[in-house]
């Protein structure tokens, strides 16, 4: 079970880890080792699912994942479409180390995004494989990346049809 209760509500897991049997993951808005001690330390998750991009880079995500192992948590990197195939192709090679790999959260980018971000790494029959180019396996077409400009963009907000009341989505 993914973030059964928001990450930053860490004496929840308590209670829900007394009262289930399922495994229990959440990390990925966690920055450094800190964040997830107490989780890991008292086996309050199963997995962690800090990123390369939020949690330090690869060096960071090492160590969280080197203590994780010590109390039996695997891995679990969070791997949605709005981190790029950058970080994408350094969480395969990651995972392919960690001694403790659990699960990779994969999910497939838009084709424009792939043109932009060639990547060797390919998903088939539920698995990734990192492919042979060279680093991380990850491009950049630059001529084609310049025909869209970055644009800020936020996450949407949702209000109710009758008054326009916020409302969280």
Not at 62 to 78: E, K, L, N, P
Not at 124 to 140: E, F, K, Q, R, S
Request: charged content about 20%.
């Amino acid at each position: 079970m993914e973030d059964a209760t928001p990450a930053e509500l860490q004496e929840s897991f308590r209670l829900i880890r007394q009262h289930t049997t399922t495994p229990l993951a959440v990390g990925e808005v966690f920055n450094t080792i800190w964040d997830c001690k107490t989780l890991i330390q008292e086996q309050l998750i199963d997995y962690i699912r800090a990123t390369v991009v939020h949690a330090g880079g690869i060096t960071h995500l090492r160590r969280i994942a080197d203590f994780a192992a010590m109390h039996q948590v695997r891995t679990g990197s969070h791997g949605a479409t709005d981190l790029s195939p950058v970080c994408m192709g350094a969480a395969l090679h990651f995972d392919l180390w960690v001694p403790n790999f659990g699960i990779q959260e994969y999910m497939r980018h838009s084709e424009l995004t792939d043109a932009v971000f060639p990547h060797a790494y390919t998903f088939a029959n539920g698995m990734l494989y990192p492919g042979d180019a060279p680093g991380h396996g990850v491009d950049i077409d630059e001529t084609l990346a310049a025909r869209y400009p970055y644009q800020r963009a936020y996450l949407p907000v949702n209000r109710l049809a009758h008054d326009g009341t916020l409302w969280h989505w």
